[in-house]
C-alpha cells in the first residue's frame, strides 16, 4: 500500500462528513425565514447602505467598536502561537538549545501582545 492512499482516505471521508451534514441541515433544519434573518449580518451592528463610514448617503458614520478589533487581535495571538508551539513542541529534543532560545524570544513576544490586549480591556466580558 503506497503512502499516499490513507491521506486520500481520509479527504474523502471528510468529504464525505461535510456534504452529510449540509445536506442533511438542509432536509431537517428550521425553514422560518424572517426579515431579520435576510439582513446581512455585520458583526451586531445595524447594516448601513454603504459600508464605508462617513461615505455617501451615510448621516452619522457608524464605526467598529475597538472591542471587535480587540477579540480579532486575541485570535490571531493564541492561533499564532499554537500553530508555532505544537511543532516545537513535537521535535523539541532534536532542536536543542537553539530551539529553546529561539521558542523563548517567541514566548515574549507573544507575551508582549498579551499584555497590551489586557491593558486595553480585551479580556474583559461585559
Known sequence: MNIEMP???????????????????????????????????ECGIEPTPH????????????RFPVKYYLTAMLFIIF???????????????ALGLFGLAAMALF???????YAYEWKRGGLNWD
Do not use: C, M
Request: no cysteine; hydrophobic share 55%; net charge positive.
Open 7 to 41: 491521506t486520500l482516505v481520509l479527504g474523502a471521508i471528510a468529504a464525505a462528513f461535510a456534504l452529510f451534514s449540509i445536506v442533511l441541515s438542509a432536509l431537517i433544519g428550521p425553514k422560518r425565514r424572517n426579515r431579520a434573518k435576510l439582513e446581512p449580518y
Open 107 to 113: 514566548i515574549v513576544n507573544v507575551s508582549v501582545a
Open 51 to 62: 459600508a464605508v463610514a462617513g461615505g455617501p448617503g451615510s448621516v452619522t458614520g457608524q
Open 79 to 93: 492561533d499564532i502561537e499554537i500553530v508555532f508551539l505544537y511543532p516545537w513542541a513535537v521535535h523539541f529534543d
